[in-house]
Nanobody
Framework: QVQLVESGGGLVEAGGSLRLSCAAS????????MAWFRQAPGKEREFVAA????????NTADSMKGRFTISRDNAKTTVYLQMNSLKPEDTAVYYC????????????????WGQGTQVTVSS
């Protein structure tokens, strides 16, 4: 079992930045890839970015490339999502997830999920 706890969400003005953190604990050896997803009210869950623990190979959704950056700190078993130039349409609940699969991306089965952290971008 892997436990994931997100933090760092909040209210920010458009154009601002936030850094989300996801701390993993438990049987972290079961999670080879970590990812961020988001879900806005009335919309489907959307892939944001993913990263492989072993070599930091990362994948970011095309619509967020250049603004969002995923990174990891192996020593702290923590994954980060740096979000810059935020827009009102980035408002959503952001979820951290983990899977055994090695391919950093939206595919595969993410077995473990955090509780989510709210990000609100005001115009």
């Amino acid at each position: 079992q892997v436990q994931l706890v997100e933090s760092g969400g909040g209210l920010v003005e458009a154009g601002g930045s936030l850094r989300l953190s996801c701390a993993a604990s438990g049987r972290t050896s079961s999670s080879n890839t970590m990812a961020w997803f988001r879900q806005a009210p009335g919309k489907e869950r959307e892939f944001v970015a993913a990263i492989r623990w072993s070599d930091s190979r990362a994948n970011t959704a095309d619509s967020m490339k250049g603004r969002f950056t995923i990174s990891r700190d192996n020593a702290k078993t923590t994954v980060y999502l740096q979000m810059n130039s935020l827009k009102p349409e980035d408002t959503a609940v952001y979820y951290c997830a983990a899977k055994r699969g090695l391919v950093p991306g939206p595919g595969g089965v993410y077995e473990y999920w955090g509780q989510g952290t709210q990000v609100t971008v005001s115009s």
